[in-house]
């Protein structure tokens, strides 16, 4: 399904150029659920932001589906996007003024499904995240793990075959993290393919493979997480030239 080549990620401000991604190399399979760690600011966010075509590569090579990414035009990939992506915030990025069913709803107006089709696929989902009572409120009315599961249908309502999950319980207590944690894996054993970023070793544990980050370069893959370092010192992450 994923296949990446060389890529790279450069963020430039003036005269300051800060590599974020440096010639990195993977591959994803149709219905695999792997999970990215790393130390903050190691690039796993951009990473996950270049798969789902919300930033570019700065060069090498990004296959989606057999389809080359890299120097497509804005509105191809917006289109790719909207037809096989759900993307799943660790700050839900619901609309405050929708109600839980119009935020769920969003993603199948953009695909212009006609309004029955939206309404039966709505309800579906509801139900899926247990949520069929709360369709009416809005998120200020909602608990932080009711938002993540708003975020989560939101995500899935279109049915996308890849589903990108950045810290996706990075806001939530162990209860609803657990839950929302549930529900991917739920969501994977129905034949979503699921890509996490998370901090959380036990959380990465879950996942079928685990891929951890260096300063901008995956530096290991495995089906078991790495075992956690001891604390030290933070250390800056990504490298910055002048």
């Known amino acids: ?138 998120p200020a009315q909602l608990s932080g793990g009711q938002q993540q599961r708003v975020a989560v249908a939101r995500a899935v309502v279109g049915d996308p075959q890849l589903i990108l999950a950045d810290e996706p319980t990075g806001n939530l207590d162990t209860h609803h993290g657990d839950e929302v944690l549930g529900m991917l894996e739920t969501l994977h054993r129905n034949g979503a393919t699921l890509v996490m970023v998370t901090h959380s070793q036990q959380y990465a544990a879950r996942a079928q493979r685990v891929i951890r980050m260096l300063d901008g370069r995956v530096v290991t893959e495995g089906t078991e997480p790495p075992v956690a370092s001891s604390p030290g010192p933070q250390v800056r992450s990504c490298s910055a030239t002048i």
């Open 1 to 138: 399904m994923i296949r990446l080549s060389s890529v790279s990620k450069v963020y430039r401000v003036g005269s300051i150029e800060t590599q974020a991604l440096i010639e990195v190399s993977l591959a994803i399979e149709a219905g695999e659920f792997v999970a990215i760690t790393g130390p903050s600011g190691c690039g796993k966010s951009t990473l996950l932001n270049i798969l789902g075509m919300i930033d570019a590569a700065s060069a090498g090579s990004y296959r989606l589906l057999d389809q080359e990414v890299v120097g497509q035009p804005h509105a191809a990939l917006t289109e790719l996007r909207k037809r096989h992506v759900g993307f799943i915030f660790q700050s839900f990025n619901l609309i405050d003024e929708l109600t839980v069913y119009e935020n769920i709803e969003l993603p199948l107006l953009y695909q212009q499904m006609p309004r029955a089709r939206r309404r039966n696929r709505v309800r579906e989902v509801l139900e899926l995240v247990d949520l069929q009572p709360r369709a009416g409120h809005r």
